[in-house]
């Protein structure tokens, strides 16, 4: 894909591809349709004391209606160029946006360091 780290035009046409389509993705398969909310349960004793609360979130819902909407572009953005340098986004994603997350945060970095591997071959003769 890169000419064995020898073409930087390639490897990073290819990272560029492959962020492009980590994006679409993401827009299409990984985001929620919103965000879960946090939801706090718990009893109070009668006449006051301590209170003991368990702190529980749902399950992050698949996407239907509109997918590819500019708020949903900014959010696969941040995660897909969070991947390129091994960092997780944070995000909370549906099962098959965690596994392209994964996806993206092995391949994407290994084009990037062949562009540079080959950059740095260009800059060193």
Not at 2 to 27: K, P
């Amino acid at each position: 894909m890169s000419g064995y780290g020898l073409r930087a035009s390639r490897a990073l046409g290819w990272l560029a591809v492959a962020m492009l389509t980590t994006i679409l993705l993401m827009m299409g398969l990984g985001l929620p349709q919103n965000s879960p909310k946090q939801e706090a349960t718990g009893t109070v004793p009668p006449g006051g004391g301590k209170v003991t609360f368990e702190i529980d979130k749902g399950d992050p819902e698949n996407p239907s209606g509109d997918r590819f909407t500019t708020k949903r572009f900014e959010q696969a953005l941040k995660v897909t160029l969070n991947s390129v340098v091994f960092r997780s986004s944070g995000q909370d994603l549906t099962t098959a946006g965690e596994y392209i997350e994964m996806a993206s945060r092995f391949s994407e970095p290994i084009l990037l360091g062949l562009g540079a591997l080959a950059i740095r071959g260009r800059v060193k003769r």
